[in-house]
């Protein structure tokens, strides 16, 4: 069965700070990958996907994320975080082939002003 | 306004009881899902539905009940068999389950505390 992992529960920066969060999943077939994010008080929103092609995604608001195959891993990155990306991040992952999305438990962002 | 509308934004249940929360979108698309999150676990997916008057098994499916007789609306039951059923109910549709037509949109949630 997949699984996906996000290696922090609570992550707490300053503005201006370089962030980079965690997510590796296990699942040996074809995958596509995303990552949400839920700001307090609102809806879960998408942020950026990978389907095929270029391994490195940008998504909304400076966020990339780089897919490494061989390490199952999908890491969410920003060079500079503000205090508006304080929110719960969620990495999720779907086999090509009929498979149900798989959510990873999330990790929270405090960025403190 | 497009969008995904759930109803209503807390819902209390007393033990024994079935509850029905609302899902509806008017996006136009073919798939919805239903998840459940916990502190600390993620979204754990209860039901999904490709299309009208179908519908699938998620993870965690024991205790819930799902009905797709408009492609507009999916309505998650959850029953007294449900042993655990305080949570955060969040409803998704998606174009459909394949490629780029599988992204989710979100609702605003449903939070079930039981009584």
């Known amino acids: 069965a997949q699984s996906v992992s996000q290696h922090n529960h609570h992550v707490i920066l300053s503005e201006a700070a370089s962030l980079e969060l965690g997510c590796n999943y296990s699942y040996g077939g074809t995958v596509n990958l995303f990552w949400y994010v839920q700001y307090p008080g609102q809806h879960l929103q998408l942020l950026l996907k990978y389907f095929s092609g270029d391994p490195l995604v940008k998504g909304i608001k400076g966020f990339e994320a780089e897919f490494i195959k061989s390490k199952f891993s999908f890491n969410l990155r920003k060079p500079s975080v503000q205090w508006s990306d304080t929110a719960e991040y969620f990495c999720a992952v779907r086999g090509n082939y009929g498979q149900n999305f798989v959510f990873g438990p999330g990790t929270r962002l405090s960025v403190l002003p | ?115």
């Not at chain 2, 249940?13 to 998840?35: F, I, P």
């Not at chain 2, 009940?65 to 999916?74: D, P």
């Not at chain 2, 998704?92 to 780029?100: F, I, R």
Request: aromatic share 12%; net charge neutral.
């Open chain 2, 1 to 115: 306004d497009g969008g995904i509308t759930q109803s209503p934004k807390y819902l209390f249940r007393k033990e024994g009881q079935n509850v029905t929360l609302s899902c509806e979108q008017n996006l136009n698309h073919d798939a919805m899902y239903w998840y459940r999150q916990d502190p600390g676990q993620g979204l754990r997916l209860i039901y999904y539905s490709q299309i009208v008057n179908d519908f699938q098994k998620g993870d965690i499916a024991e205790g819930y009940s799902v009905s797709r007789e408009k492609k507009e609306s999916f309505p998650l039951t959850v029953t007294s068999a449900q042993k655990n059923p305080t949570a955060f109910y969040l409803c998704a549709s998606s174009l459909g389950l394949a490629g780029n037509q599988e992204t989710q949109y979100f609702g605003p949630g449903t939070r079930l505390l039981v009584l």
